[in-house]
């Protein structure tokens, strides 16, 4: 599938939020990440720079930098 044309490790689409406010994570991401089911993610929003949902093992790094 490739990654949408961008360099390696990099990946950008559009997804859609379903009825019940879920978004479908496209395959090459989930492969990028290791994503499976059962994975646990941790969603960061702030509301003038957006969502940002990285790994649950990355939740400590982050902390620390806040």
């Known amino acids: 599938m490739g990654n949408n044309g961008f360099p390696a490790g990099k990946y950008?689409?559009?997804?859609?939020?379903?009825p019940k406010?879920?978004?479908?994570?496209p395959a090459e991401v989930r492969e990028m990440f290791g994503i499976a089911p059962g994975?646990?993610?941790l969603l960061l929003a702030d509301v003038a720079?957006?969502?940002a949902?990285?790994?649950a093992s990355?939740?400590?790094k982050i902390?620390?930098?806040?």
Do not use: R
């Open 63 to 66: 902390m620390e930098t806040i």
């Open 21 to 25: 406010g879920q978004i479908v994570i």
């Open 49 to 51: 720079q957006g969502i």
């Open 58 to 60: 990355e939740a400590q």
């Open 53 to 55: 949902i990285p790994p």
């Open 12 to 18: 950008m689409t559009t997804v859609k939020v379903g």
């Open 39 to 41: 994975s646990s993610l």
